[in-house]
T-cell receptor
């Protein structure tokens, strides 16, 4: 079956630091890949997505590239802000809306 | 405003007392789903529905029921809650038109405590 593995947290960074959250996946076929963000007390919301190999998703300064050769979809941001503190989930969809989530990575950004 | 609305946000109950968590979406989405979120386990799917009167089990369906009588509503029913169902629950919806490319839209969650 499909699976998603993302790095354990929590990740603590100083403001303006560079962020990488690793995500690798196992899937049959050609899934779509997503990053969702969960702010405290809220539901998950879509951060970015990529639907085919070599696609780059981007939003709010975050980026992730769909790497089929390494089955990865790492999330990056060049300069994090305190307001980026949240839990980040990597996810894949293999069709029929069957979505597999990673366990989530908590990011804390300190001033 | 397009949204998924869950109620209640917080619920404390006792073992065996039936409860229902409601979920409603105003985006005319065909697909709706329930997840539970537990520390270290991420989100696990409980049940999903591809359309009215069509429901199916997810990965952890034991102890839960759902119904889909109307397109906008997808209630989660715990007929005899137990402490191991203490968790944070999320309802989500999406359109089926773009297949695997469609992102999920989530409600704000229901934190359930069963004592």
């Amino acid at each position: 079956g499909n699976s998603v593995t993302q790095m354990e947290g929590p990740v603590t960074l100083s403001e303006e630091a560079f962020l990488t959250i690793n995500c690798t996946y196992t899937a049959t076929g050609y899934p779509s890949l997503f990053w969702y963000v969960q702010y405290p007390g809220e539901g998950l919301q879509l951060l970015l997505k990529a639907t085919k190999a070599d696609d780059k998703g981007s939003n709010k300064g975050f980026e992730a590239t769909y790497r089929k050769e390494t089955t990865s979809f790492h999330l990056e941001k060049g300069s994090v802000q305190v307001s980026d503190s949240a839990v980040y989930f990597c996810a894949l969809s293999g069709g029929y809306q069957k979505v597999t989530f990673g366990t989530g990575t908590k990011l804390q950004v300190i001033p | 405003e397009a949204q998924v609305t869950q109620n209640p946000r917080y619920l404390i109950t006792v073992t065996g007392k039936k409860l229902t968590v409601t979920c409603s979406q105003n985006m005319n989405h065909e697909y709706m789903s329930w997840y539970r979120q537990d520390p270290g386990l991420g989100l696990r799917q409980i049940y999903y529905s591809m359309n009215v009167e069509v429901t199916d089990k997810g990965d952890v369906p034991e102890g839960y029921k759902v119904s889909r009588k109307e397109k906008r509503n997808f209630p989660l029913i715990l007929e005899s809650p137990s402490p191991n169902q203490t968790s944070l629950y999320f309802c989500a919806s999406t359109t089926v038109g773009t297949g695997k490319n469609s992102p999920l839209h989530f409600g704000n969650g229901t934190r359930l405590t069963v004592t």
